[in-house]
């Protein structure tokens, strides 16, 4: 039913004058009833007497029927002609409309009415709270020349002319000031239009709900959530300290910086905080500012601060410490900031408020993050400091997972260095160039190694190998392996013998190592041997590539060989490969890092590893560096190990041999072609130990071997005579008695030579013994 408005007018006297509709229906009196008699008969209770004079009031009404109403009630005077009040209209209400008058103007949201033309017909309180004026002031005013012109305040008037020319409400939100609010707000605005009896607009109302709480609740999520994707996306901690920066500023903050103890970046372990003064290096900072003018620190600087500062108590305290302006802690941390840089006074002008917040990451206190605001009119809050300390948490595991990366590599790469060769040991056979390259991965140094192991007779064992897995289980299993490689090679195996002890071997680690499968423990390995005497070349190998070999004067090839299984798998035979090699041949022994890589074609390295090495080179180091330059990629996923290797060959002027019959009386007949070989050779002076050695290694075969017995010297880095037999029981030392005619030979030629030893040779062994070349 269409509301009517309930009005009476009283004259001076107090008598009814006039009786709307609106007020029979409210009261249920007909106008004949009431008019021309005192307004006191309708009330239900006596009113004050002021009421009318302050211009109404709540009144109690007698209904027709008897019924008490309660309803306010508006008198506004009435003046006569003479000037002279003539008495009040009165109206009045329903309480509905009063109550809903009453609950928009003390509604918490802003709430206003507009006309259709965008001029202020209401403003309820809490509107002009945050518009910072009083209703009056606003009133019939254009809505644009009440605010600034700017972005947020044209599409205010965008949306209010929206709905008043299409009648259709919209909804809406808005980050924005208020000229009455020091700091920026979120807004949910609704706007919706009023319509008179015939449904046609009047005028826009609209409410506006601040949302800040969760719209800064929403922005703190997806800080964190870019944090989570976003940091720690290397296991570098500087760089991971700088993506936190990246976080923070300048989303939180107008300037952040990541201060680290010392001991994070090193290898030391954590010590305890100090009560006192804490000395942290700057490792991250960042500002709004282009250049960071405000930074007291430059990277890569220590400061000390003072136990009662910010950063100090966060890390002290392991929580986060705020501190805004005017606040004693505050001013004495910015007073020390201007002490050590008065340069950037000028741009920490207007820092209004800061959080500490510590580091920390599995119980262990790792620095401490800094957040100042400047432009950011807000202060920081206990939900900051939530969101700061969750922040933090985040950032500092990937901090401590870069730490312990860091450490570990570095532990590994130091024991890697220790186990491989420093130095490869002199010999003749063979001219050497070596690279090795520890990979820059997250899965760190591998197992990868090489080695050029002097044999007897003047032969050289080269060796390369590649333990499974990274870190310093894999560095430490490939001392291991390197070691047992250099003992077998010491017993002079054949390259097939030695794999399948180093098989047996891997093996037997796994076993013990905590139950683990064998195969996660395995290891490839190719080990050669070349004899530049015979200038053949022998090789087995385990799983591993096969050697790439450059012939004088033809394009790189890849030696036919059986690859055979990895080490570790056991059960499994080795075949070696042999061959005569010309002198000046190059042999490239190398790990799978340097063809083998998840986003390269394995023909296609290969294939480039053989162009590169036929390439010319003017030496065998520039040909390593070729090689490495023009096969791997800028960032190898796994370790590289490269042994390239040009052959020697010793001619038949440095190698005299005699065959030796089984006859006792031809010792001497040997010693002296031995002494006379020495002095065309110019080693006189080598003659009396060379005549002992030969005179105890052939009587020794003629005694204890089978024939055919050979003799053979070798002039090389050293004088070597070997004996050969076909006997296949190695002699031995042992220590004579007193009376005992013999057994003293062998150990004379221990005593008397550099070294010695047997090998075991297809037709039976051969003893050998090493002398030094006389000086000069």
Same mark, same amino acid.
């Given at each position: 039913?269409?509301?009517?408005?309930?009005?009476?007018? !009283?004259?001076?006297?107090?008598?009814?004058?006039?009786?709307?509709?609106?007020?029979?229906?409210?009261?249920?009196?007909?106008?004949?009833?009431?008019?021309?008699?005192?307004?006191?008969?309708?009330?239900?209770?006596?009113?004050?007497?002021?009421?009318?004079?302050?211009?109404?009031?709540?009144?109690?009404?007698?209904?027709?029927?008897?019924?008490?109403?309660?309803?306010?009630?508006?008198?506004?005077?009435?003046?006569?002609?003479?000037?002279?009040?003539?008495?009040?209209?009165?109206?009045?209400?329903?309480?509905?409309?009063?109550?809903?008058?009453?609950?928009?103007?003390?509604?918490?949201?802003?709430?206003?009415?507009?006309?259709?033309?965008?001029?202020?017909?209401?403003?309820? %309180?809490?509107?002009?709270?945050?518009?910072?004026?009083?209703?009056?002031?606003?009133?019939?005013?254009?809505?644009?020349?009440?605010?600034?012109?700017?972005?947020?305040?044209?599409?205010?008037?965008?949306?209010?002319?929206?709905?008043?020319?299409?009648?259709?409400?919209?909804?809406?939100?808005?980050?924005?000031?208020?000229? =009455?609010?020091? $700091?920026?707000?979120?807004?949910?605005?609704?706007?919706?239009?009023?319509? %008179?009896?015939?449904?046609?607009?009047?005028?826009?109302?609209?409410?506006?709900?601040?949302?800040?709480?969760?719209?800064?609740?929403?922005?703190?999520? =997806?800080?964190?959530?870019?944090?989570?994707?976003?940091?720690?996306?290397?296991?570098?901690?500087?760089?991971?300290?700088?993506?936190?920066?990246?976080?923070?500023?300048?989303?939180?903050?107008?300037?952040?910086?990541?201060?680290?103890? %010392?001991?994070?970046?090193?290898?030391?372990?954590?010590?305890?905080?100090?009560?006192?003064?804490?000395?942290?290096?700057?490792?991250?900072?960042?500002?709004?500012?282009?250049?960071?003018?405000?930074?007291?620190? $430059?990277?890569?600087?220590?400061?000390?601060?003072?136990?009662?500062?910010?950063?100090?108590?966060?890390?002290?305290?392991?929580?986060?410490?705020?501190?805004?302006?005017?606040? @004693?802690?505050?001013?004495?941390?910015?007073?020390?900031?201007?002490?050590?840089?008065?340069?950037?006074?000028?741009?920490?002008?207007?820092?209004?408020?800061?959080?500490?917040?510590?580091?920390?990451?599995?119980?262990?206190?790792?620095?401490?993050?800094?957040?100042?605001?400047?432009?950011?009119?807000?202060?920081?809050?206990?939900?900051?400091?939530?969101?700061?300390?969750?922040?933090?948490?985040?950032?500092?595991?990937?901090?401590?997972?870069?730490?312990?990366?860091?450490?570990?590599?570095?532990?590994?790469?130091?024991?890697?260095?220790?186990?491989?060769?420093?130095?490869?040991?002199?010999?003749?056979?063979?001219?050497?160039?070596?690279?090795?390259?520890?990979?820059?991965?997250?899965?760190? !140094?591998?197992?990868?190694?090489?080695?050029?192991?002097?044999?007897?007779?003047?032969?050289?064992?080269?060796?390369?190998?590649?333990?499974?897995?990274?870190? !310093?289980?894999?560095?430490?299993?490939?001392?291991?392996?390197?070691?047992?490689?250099?003992?077998?090679? %010491?017993?002079?195996?054949?390259?097939?013998?030695?794999?399948?002890?180093?098989?047996?071997?891997?093996?037997?680690?796994?076993?013990?190592?905590?139950?683990?499968?064998?195969?996660?423990?395995? =290891?490839?390995?190719?080990?050669?041997?070349?004899?530049?005497?015979?200038?053949?070349?022998?090789?087995?190998?385990?799983?591993?590539?096969?050697?790439?070999?450059?012939?004088?004067?033809?394009?790189?090839?890849?030696?036919?060989?059986?690859?055979?299984?990895?080490?570790?798998?056991?059960?499994?035979?080795?075949?070696?490969?042999?061959?005569?090699?010309?002198?000046?041949?190059?042999?490239?022994?190398?790990?799978?890092?340097?063809?083998?890589?998840?986003?390269?074609?394995?023909?296609?390295?290969?294939?480039?590893?053989?162009?590169?090495?036929?390439?010319?080179?003017?030496?065998?180091?520039?040909?390593?560096?070729?090689?490495?330059?023009?096969?791997?990629?800028?960032?190898?996923?796994?370790?590289?190990?490269?042994?390239?290797?040009?052959?020697?060959?010793?001619?038949?002027?440095?190698?005299?041999?005699?065959?030796? @019959?089984?006859?006792?009386?031809?010792?001497?007949?040997?010693?002296?072609?031995?002494?006379?070989?020495?002095?065309?050779?110019?080693?006189?002076?080598?003659?009396?130990?060379?005549?002992?050695?030969?005179?105890?290694?052939?009587?020794?075969?003629?005694?204890?071997?089978?024939?055919?017995?050979?003799?053979?010297?070798?002039?090389?880095?050293?004088? !070597?005579?070997?004996?050969?037999?076909?006997?296949?029981?190695?002699?031995?030392?042992?220590?004579?008695?007193?009376?005992?005619?013999?057994?003293?030979?062998?150990?004379?030629?221990?005593?008397?030579?550099?070294?010695?030893?047997?090998?075991?040779?297809?037709?039976?062994?051969?003893?050998?013994?090493?002398?030094?070349?006389?000086?000069?």
């Amino acid at each position: 039913m269409k509301e009517v408005a309930a009005v009476a007018v !009283i004259d001076a006297r107090g008598t009814v004058t006039g009786w709307s509709e609106g007020a029979r229906r409210l009261t249920g009196h007909r106008a004949g009833e009431v008019v021309g008699r005192p307004a006191t008969h309708l009330l239900a209770a006596d009113v004050p007497g002021e009421l009318l004079a302050s211009g109404g009031g709540p009144v109690a009404l007698r209904h027709r029927d008897g019924r008490r109403i309660e309803l306010p009630l508006t008198a506004c005077p009435l003046t006569g002609a003479d000037g002279r009040p003539a008495g009040y209209v009165l109206t009045a209400g329903s309480a509905g409309a009063a109550l809903a008058d009453h609950a928009f103007q003390q509604a918490s949201m802003s709430m206003s009415v507009f006309d259709l033309r965008q001029r202020y017909l209401r403003v309820y %309180d809490a509107a002009c709270h945050v518009m910072g004026v009083p209703e009056e002031t606003l009133l019939g005013r254009h809505y644009p020349d009440t605010v600034e012109d700017a972005e947020h305040s044209r599409g205010f008037l965008a949306h209010l002319r929206q709905v008043a020319e299409t009648g259709r409400p919209v909804r809406y939100e808005s980050f924005t000031g208020a000229p =009455a609010l020091n $700091r920026e707000h979120a807004w949910s605005i609704e706007m919706w239009p009023l319509r %008179d009896d015939s449904g046609a607009p009047t005028a826009v109302a609209l409410a506006a709900f601040d949302s800040s709480e969760q719209y800064w609740a929403r922005r703190r999520l =997806a800080l964190l959530n870019e944090a989570a994707t976003g940091i720690g996306t290397t296991l570098d901690v500087v760089r991971t300290a700088e993506e936190l920066i990246g976080v923070l500023v300048p989303q939180y903050a107008d300037f952040a910086s990541v201060d680290l103890l %010392d001991w994070v970046l090193g290898a030391d372990e954590p010590p305890m905080i100090p009560e006192g003064g804490v000395e942290l290096r700057r490792v991250a900072h960042g500002s709004t500012r282009p250049g960071n003018p405000g930074a007291a620190l $430059r990277l890569g600087e220590t400061d000390v601060y003072q136990p009662t500062s910010p950063p100090a108590r966060a890390l002290r305290e392991g929580r986060a410490v705020l501190s805004q302006a005017g606040e @004693p802690e505050f001013v004495q941390w910015l007073d020390e900031r201007n002490a050590r840089s008065p340069k950037g006074r000028p741009f920490r002008q207007g820092a209004h408020s800061m959080i500490a917040v510590p580091l920390r990451a599995r119980g262990t206190t790792l620095g401490v993050a800094v957040c100042v605001r400047m432009a950011h009119a807000e202060d920081y809050g206990p939900d900051d400091a939530v969101f700061a300390e969750e922040l933090a948490s985040r950032a500092a595991v990937c901090i401590d997972n870069a730490r312990r990366f860091t450490r570990e590599r570095s532990t590994a790469l130091a024991l890697q260095h220790s186990l491989l060769p420093r130095g490869l040991p002199g010999q003749a056979a063979v001219e050497v160039a070596h690279r090795y390259l520890p990979c820059g991965s997250v899965a760190g !140094i591998g197992g990868d190694w090489f080695d050029v192991i002097p044999l007897s007779g003047g032969r050289v064992g080269l060796v390369v190998g590649d333990v499974v897995g990274h870190g !310093i289980q894999s560095s430490a299993t490939m001392g291991r392996l390197r070691t047992a490689v250099r003992t077998l090679a %010491d017993v002079d195996l054949a390259p097939d013998e030695l794999l399948t002890h180093l098989d047996d071997l891997v093996t037997h680690l796994a076993a013990d190592d905590s139950g683990e499968e064998v195969a996660e423990l395995g =290891a490839t390995c190719l080990y050669a041997i070349y004899d530049p005497v015979s200038r053949r070349f022998c090789a087995a190998a385990a799983g591993h590539p096969a050697p790439a070999l450059i012939l004088p004067g033809e394009a790189a090839e890849f030696v036919p060989m059986t690859a055979g299984p990895p080490l570790g798998v056991g059960g499994l035979p080795f075949e070696a490969t042999d061959r005569e090699l010309p002198e000046g041949s190059v042999i490239a022994l190398y790990t799978d890092g340097l063809i083998e890589d998840r986003d390269r074609d394995l023909d296609g390295t290969t294939e480039e590893l053989r162009r590169a090495l036929t390439a010319p080179a003017h030496s065998l180091e520039a040909l390593a560096d070729d090689v490495l330059k023009a096969v791997l990629p800028d960032q190898p996923g796994d370790d590289v190990a490269l042994l390239l290797v040009r052959t020697r060959a010793l001619g038949a002027d440095r190698v005299a041999t005699w065959d030796v @019959p089984p006859d006792p009386a031809q010792v001497a007949v040997f010693r002296q072609a031995a002494t006379g070989q020495l002095t065309a050779w110019g080693l006189a002076e080598a003659a009396f130990v060379t005549e002992l050695v030969v005179s105890e290694l052939v009587t020794n075969a003629i005694r204890y071997g089978e024939p055919p017995i050979q003799l053979r010297l070798i002039r090389d880095r050293a004088l !070597i005579c070997e004996v050969s037999d076909a006997s296949s029981t190695s002699p031995h030392l042992r220590r004579a008695h007193a009376y005992d005619e013999g057994g003293r030979g062998l150990l004379l030629v221990a005593q008397l030579t550099q070294r010695w030893g047997s090998r075991q040779t297809v037709a039976g062994k051969t003893i050998w013994a090493e002398q030094p070349l006389p000086e000069g």
